[in-house]
C-alpha cells in the first residue's frame, strides 16, 4: 500500500512537472508574434515594393500587435533578398515580398542562389499593378507617336531607366526596346524609386514602371505619360491609350506580388501573417489608397499559399521559354 501511494505521488509529480514543461510551449504558440517581424523588401525605398509593403505594414502592425519592420535589402534585381530570405531562420518572424521577379529570375540567371518553387513557404498574392511607360518632362515628344518618330532618330542615345535584371521595370523595358526595334540605351538603379528621381531630375529619358509610383508624378505632369501596359485602359487615368492600342500588338505587362517566408517557417505563423495581410488589404482607407494608384485586389483565392504557389508556378513556366528565345534580355 505504501508503495502505490508512493508511485501515485511520484507520477502526480512527474505529471506536474509535465504541464510545467508544456506551459511555455502553449504560451509561445498562442503569443506569436512575440516580437518585431521583418517583411523584407527586394528594392530601394520609395519605389511600388517599399510603398505597398509600408502601406500594409503600417495595418498589419496594430492588428498583429507587433511592429512589421521594412527592410530593403537591395541588388541584382531582386535576387540578393531572396536568397537572404530563403537562408534566414525560418522563425516566422522573417518575409518577403516580392513580385514577377520571384518567376523570371530562374530564367535569366544561370546560378540563381535559391529555387523559388521549393525554398519557399507561400504566404498570399498581395495586389496586381499595371505599368506605365513615362519619359522625362522635357523630352521633345508629345505622344507615343512622336516618342516614336524620337526614337528612330535619336536611337541608343536615349535612356531607360530600370532596376536590374529580374526587375519588372527591367522586363518591360526590353519588351517596350523590342517591340519599337529601337536599342535604347538601358541605365540600372537598385529600385523605380532612385530611377524615378533620376528621371525627374531629367537624368535618363525613360522609365517603365507601376502606377503605384507613377500616378502621382503623372497627375502633376512631372513626368509624361506614353502609354499603359494593360491590355485595356485604365478607370485611374481613361484618356491614356494602352501601348496595344497605339500599335505594339499584345503588349502586356502586370506586376502581381505575393509574400514568402523561409521553407519550413510554422504554419501558424504563415496562417497569423497571412490573416493580417487579407484584413489590411480590406481597410477601407488602404483599399480606397491602392485603387486610386491603380492598384487591384486580387480575388480571395489568390490571397492564399496555395493560390500564390499556383500563380508562381504558371508564371515560371510562361516567362522561361519566352526569356529565353528572346536572348538579348541580358543587357
Ligand atoms: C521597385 O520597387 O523599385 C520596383 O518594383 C523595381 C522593379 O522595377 O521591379
Known amino acids: 500500500m505504501k508503495t502505490l501511494n508512493m508511485m501515485r505521488r511520484a507520477a502526480a509529480v512527474a505529471g506536474a512537472m509535465l504541464a510545467c514543461l508544456a506551459l511555455p510551449l502553449a504560451a509561445s504558440a498562442q503569443t506569436y508574434p512575440s516580437k518585431a517581424i521583418t517583411l523584407v523588401v527586394p528594392f530601394a525605398a520609395g519605389g511600388p515594393t517599399d510603398v505597398v509593403a509600408r502601406t500594409l505594414g503600417a495595418v498589419m502592425t496594430k492588428s498583429l500587435n507587433q511592429t512589421v519592420v521594412i527592410e530593403n535589402k537591395v541588388g541584382a534585381g531582386g535576387t540578393i533578398a531572396a536568397a537572404t530570405v530563403a537562408r534566414a531562420a525560418p522563425d516566422g518572424y522573417t518575409f518577403l ?3 514577377n521577379g520571384m518567376a523570371t529570375a530562374p530564367a535569366l540567371y544561370r546560378k540563381l542562389p535559391y529555387n523559388p518553387l521549393a525554398d519557399f513557404e507561400y504566404v498570399s498574392q498581395v495586389i496586381d499593378v499595371p505599368m506605365t511607360v513615362i519619359g522625362r518632362k522635357d523630352l521633345p515628344a508629345r505622344d507615343f507617336k512622336e516618342l516614336l518618330a524620337y526614337l528612330k532618330t535619336s536611337g541608343d542615345k536615349v535612356n ?6 529580374g526587375a519588372v521595370s527591367h522586363l518591360c523595358g526590353m519588351l517596350f ?3 519599337v526595334g529601337v536599342d535604347l540605351t538601358t541605365v540600372p538603379y537598385q529600385g523605380t524609386g532612385p530611377a524615378m528621381n533620376a528621371l525627374l531630375a531629367g537624368q535618363v529619358d525613360l522609365l517603365c514602371d507601376q502606377t503605384t509610383s507613377t500616378t502621382a508624378h503623372i497627375k502633376a505632369g512631372s513626368v509624361k505619360l506614353f502609354g499603359v501596359t494593360t491590355p485595356s485602359r485604365l478607370k485611374t487615368l481613361p484618356d491614356t491609350p494602352t501601348l496595344a492600342e497605339q500599335g505594339l500588338k499584345g ?3 502586370v506586376v502581381w506580388h505575393g509574400i514568402y517566408a523561409p521553407k519550413g ?14 484584413a489590411a488589404l480590406k481597410d477601407p482607407a488602404v483599399a480606397v489608397r491602392l485603387a486610386e494608384l491603380g492598384a487591384v485586389i486580387p480575388t480571395d483565392d489568390k490571397l492564399t499559399p496555395l493560390g500564390l504557389q499556383s500563380w508562381l508556378q504558371q508564371e515560371t513556366q510562361r516567362y522561361g521559354p519566352v526569356i ?5 534580355f541580358a543587357d
Open 160 to 165: 531607360l531607366a530600370h532596376a536590374g535584371l
Open 251 to 253: 503588349f502586356e505587362v
Open 97 to 99: 515580398i516580392h513580385h
Open 324 to 328: 529565353k528565345a528572346a536572348g538579348q
Open 177 to 179: 526596346r523590342q517591340a
Open 265 to 278: 517557417t510554422p504554419k501558424e505563423a504563415v496562417d497569423k501573417f497571412g490573416a493580417a495581410l487579407r
